[in-house]
């Protein structure tokens, strides 16, 4: 118990460091992505009597109906000003938190775990997404890792009650970021298989497929918003100028790809900088190719990058030092799976930069499999799948480390 309140405690500490000049004292903080006028737009919306449950704009309605999901108290009970600096510091530290009780939940001990919570928090696409203001991203973080917690402890403990909370956590991830949460939600699934093969000696497979009826039921209750949202979306642009765009397959292309991770900077993982530190830095401006147009020079984007996708070199480390491990621990199959998301993950990042024929309208690559699924070709940016891999590293550096602590011991 007093590991785990140090852990907590030490969890907290990093948080209110990260957001110290906000904090002490507060301060409002103005987010692209999360301006004043939408939060109050949302606090005035969510003041009005009925609503839509986990609806946040009315979607299954007319669009004026009122919110009601689990940030809605904020919005309530504080200055409409203090929003972000509310919502940014308290997102980081559940996501945090919850990825500390899921390594403990898969068996790791409290110092590994909180040093694989920690690896998450600090990695550069994760943290500097304060900077672009996606305060959707935030919060879709930190309910993908209480659900991947309660879908853990569902299957290892065949809890229906787990069940229930990872369905409607499902759904969350969805509503506030679709995109990168229907992503984290597909290494979710093959999560829930690899760990409903592994506990199967449990058996007690009816408590699992009442669990999972029971998860799906409130997944489609409170996630089909979502869809709706989506596909509202995509009729929507059949009239816009970025429909027009991508009327033409090359120019499509470009559009989903523009921001691919070029495989000379996968360095940058591991050296934050390596490339400059984006477009706004005058003393060290951003120089690769992430964010160039296909037809550059001749016109369109240069390159454009905020930097977020560095891990850190001791984060890397100790990922390796797991991989390095993985013939001889107890667990290799834990380690297997989340190197497989990495490598994975990495390769679907590169987008065109890992393609046959990355300036044409056909070609062949990892990327180009998933582009030609339905619907995923209207999915921009394939470096998005950073996010998975930045996860990856973090269970890997906390395997890692739980080594070097079990090769300690063992001295």
Not at 266 to 285: M, R, V
């Amino acid at each position: 118990m007093r590991n785990h309140l140090l852990s907590i405690l030490g969890l907290l500490a990093v948080t209110a460091a990260l957001f110290y000049s906000v904090l002490f004292p507060p301060r409002p903080v103005i987010a692209s992505d999360s301006p004043y006028h939408q939060i109050a737009r949302k606090a005035q919306i969510a003041a009005k009597p009925g609503g839509v449950m986990w609806s946040e704009d009315g979607y299954l309605g007319n669009g004026h109906t009122a919110n009601y999901e689990v940030y809605s108290p904020i919005r309530r009970l504080i200055d409409l000003r203090y929003y972000n600096t509310v919502i940014f510091p308290l997102c980081v530290f559940l996501v945090g938190l919850g990825l500390y009780f899921f390594l403990l939940e898969i068996g790791l001990s409290p110092l590994p775990a909180f040093t694989g919570s920690l690896a998450l928090v600090f990695s550069g696409h994760f943290i500097t997404c304060v900077y672009s203001g996606h305060a959707g991203t935030f919060m879709m973080w930190a309910a993908f890792m209480w659900d991947i917690f309660a879908l853990t402890k569902a299957l290892k403990k065949r809890s229906v009650l787990a069940f229930c909370w990872s369905g409607a956590l499902s759904a969350l991830v969805l509503r506030y970021q679709f995109d990168i949460g229907f992503i984290m939600l597909i290494v979710l699934f093959f999560w829930g298989l690899l760990l409903l093969w592994q506990t199967r000696e449990e058996k007690a497979y009816g408590k699992v497929a009442l669990g999972a009826l029971l998860a799906a039921l409130l997944f489609v209750s409170f996630g089909s918003h979502a869809f709706f949202y989506v596909l509202w979306i995509s009729k929507d642009a059949k009239t816009s100028t970025v429909q027009t765009v991508k009327e033409d397959p090359l120019e499509k292309w470009d559009w989903a790809t523009q921001w691919s991770l070029p495989i000379s900077e996968t360095s940058s993982l591991i050296f934050p900088g390596l490339y400059g530190w984006g477009e706004q830095s005058a003393d060290g401006p951003y120089y690769g190719r992430i964010g160039r147009s296909l037809d550059w020079p001749a016109k369109g984007l240069k390159s454009f990058s905020l930097n977020t996708q560095a891990e850190g070199a001791v984060v890397v480390l100790l990922a390796l030092l797991a991989v390095s491990l993985l013939f001889g621990g107890k667990e290799k199959w834990l380690t297997l799976f989340w190197l497989s998301v990495a490598v994975v993950g990495l390769a679907l990042s590169y987008g065109r930069y890992l393609d046959v024929a990355p300036n044409s309208a056909s070609g062949f690559g990892p990327y180009r499999l998933f582009y030609a699924l339905p619907m995923m070709s209207d999915m921009r940016n394939p470096i998005k799948f950073l996010y998975p891999v930045m996860l990856a590293l973090s269970v890997m550096s906390a395997i890692g480390f739980a080594a070097l602590l079990e090769e300690k011991r063992n001295a």
